[in-house]
């Protein structure tokens, strides 16, 4: 279903364009190696507290930005974590965070990243807590920041929601 719907918008956008190129004019795509980013005392960088409370999908790929996103991000615990060290030039960061959410069960969780000759897609998955189950009643903000070899080439988001199974 998905497929369908692309393509009829490719074509609907396209009927007014000049030169359009589609998806197989790309290039292959290849799957990406990436790891969930860790933290200097070993713990990953993924859960559902930060100091970020808006829905954000953010590339970093300099010391700079890096600094000023931990600060923020750091600033949603009782004993922040130090910024970890990232080898920027050889790597780079991507990092989705989740917004605020009224209580636990929630995450989100960066599922695939695929390049192909222009771009980088990465996949991120936001899951919901299912019907019935037990969470608690607190906010959070869910995020997950990970890591993968440095590239220039732009960087698209495709985000799916999941219901969690009922409890």
């Known amino acids: 279903m998905k497929r369908v719907v692309s393509v009829a918008f490719v074509l609907l956008f396209c009927l007014g364009a000049s030169e359009c190129r589609f998806e197989d004019d790309l290039g292959e795509e290849r799957i990406l190696d990436f790891e969930t980013l860790n933290n200097v005392d070993g713990s990953r960088a993924q ?5 970020i409370g808006s829905a954000q999908l953010v ?3 300099d010391e700079d930005s890096f600094a000023e996103l931990w600060e923020r991000h750091a600033a949603g615990f009782t004993n922040p974590p130090a910024r970890p060290d990232v080898e920027f030039g050889e790597r780079m960061l991507i990092a989705a965070f989740a917004g605020t959410r009224p209580t636990t069960g929630y995450s989100i969780t960066v599922e695939e990243i695929r ?10 998955e ?3 807590p299912g019907n019935g189950c037990d969470v608690a009643e607190r906010e959070t903000q869910p995020f997950h ?3 993968l070899d440095d590239s220039d080439a732009p960087v698209n988001f495709n985000q799916s929601t999941v219901k969690g199974s009922a409890c």
């Open 47 to 51: 859960g559902d507290t930060s100091g």
């Open 59 to 61: 590339v970093i790929r």
């Open 115 to 124: 390049e192909n000759d222009e771009f980088i897609n990465v996949d991120v």
């Open 126 to 128: 936001t899951r919901t």
């Open 145 to 147: 920041i990970v890591v």
